[in-house]
T-cell receptor
């Protein structure tokens, strides 16, 4: 059974810092790895999708990497802002469904 | 519509009652998913619909849970004889064709509280 783990569970940083969120998974037979953002009381917003043949994807201040052989993905957020405060979830897709990690709750302080 | 719409946004019910949760996917999206998000369990897959194919029900936790998708669009998730452990946020998502490398678009969820 696929297991997805995110570390740390919570993170608090001052505004302007660069930060890295970690995601690990047990089964490397995946189609893709996705990163989502969830604001309190809201659904999930897709941030980046890295296909299994890719190594990384970038969108603005976000960069996600994928290392299938080691079962790891990282989400790098540059120059963090208070508006980045949210829960970040990674999920891998091995077929019809996504398997999610427990999320990292990020707080960026002004 | 512009996004995935779920109703109600909040539902409080008594233990033993049946509840129905509704999801309107993005127009034209053929794939529809239900997930459950509960404290301590994270996000769990429940069921997946793709076009006219038989749904993938492998994530439904018990036979009290069922889902339908009428006309390839709107979906209803029904929980019979609700239990307190059913309390969670139920999230619906849709994608264009249901292929693995597509992004999923999520609704805001239904917060279900079973007293």
């Amino acid at each position: 059974k696929q297991e997805v783990t995110q570390i740390p569970a919570a993170l608090s940083v001052p505004e302007g810092e660069n930060l890295v969120l970690n995601c690990s998974f047990t089964d490397s037979a995946i189609y893709n790895l996705q990163w989502f953002r969830q604001d309190p009381g809201k659904g999930l917003t897709s941030l980046l999708l890295i296909q299994s043949s890719q190594r990384e994807q970038t969108s603005g201040r976000l960069n996600a990497s994928l290392d299938k052989s080691s079962g790891r993905s990282t989400l790098y957020i540059a120059a963090s802002q208070p508006g980045d405060s949210a829960t970040y979830l990674c999920a891998n897709n091995a077929g019809n469904m996504l398997t999610f990690g427990g999320g990292t709750r990020l707080m960026v302080k002004p | 519509g512009a996004g995935v719409s779920q109703s109600p946004s909040n539902k409080v019910t008594e233990k033993g009652k049946d509840v129905e949760l509704r999801c309107d996917p993005i127009s034209g999206h053929t794939a529809l998913y239900w997930y459950r998000q509960s404290l301590g369990q994270g996000l769990e897959f429940l069921i997946y619909f793709q076009g006219n194919s038989a749904p993938d029900k492998s994530g439904l936790p018990s036979d009290r849970f069922s889902a339908e998708r009428t006309g390839g669009s709107v979906s209803t998730l029904t929980i019979q004889r609700t239990q307190q452990e059913d309390s969670a946020v139920y999230l619906c998502a849709s994608s264009l064709a249901g292929t693995p490398n597509e992004k999923l678009f999520f609704g805001s969820g239904t917060q279900l509280s079973v007293l």
